[in-house]
């Protein structure tokens, strides 16, 4: 059973840049494929970014390319999401997923977090 704990959220003005981060533990982080997805209020949850077990791929949601970007670290068990340009259609509750294939559906992995929010004042 992999635990995920996700940190960093906060408040932040547009076009700032804030990055948060999801450390797991109880299972083996490397052996997974590790994904960002948010929640807004009154929508459906959303890929952002996802990275697979050794970064040899990435897939980013079409509203964040070119301002997110995801990174893992396997030595710490913690994958890291760097978003740049913030706009305040970025606000959400963004859930650190852990699964076995590169998705963009939130089903598809079999691990989540409880999230952290992250608010963009305009």
């Known amino acids: 059973q992999v635990q995920l704990v996700e940190s960093g959220g906060g408040l932040v003005q547009a076009g700032g840049s804030l990055t948060v981060s999801c450390t797991a533990s109880g299972g083996s982080f490397a052996t997974h494929v590790m994904g960002w997805f948010r929640q807004a209020p009154g929508k459906e949850r959303e890929l952002v970014a996802a990275?697979?077990?050794?970064?040899?791929?990435?897939r980013y949601g079409d509203s964040v390319k070119g301002r997110f970007t995801i990174s893992r670290d396997n030595s710490k068990d913690t994958v890291y999401l760097q978003m740049n340009g913030l706009k305040p259609e970025d606000t959400a509750l963004y859930h650190c997923m852990a699964g076995n294939f590169l998705s963009v559906r939130p089903e598809e992995y079999n691990y989540w977090g409880q999230g952290t929010q992250v608010t963009v004042s305009s």
């Open positions: 990275i697979t077990r050794y970064k040899t791929s990435t």
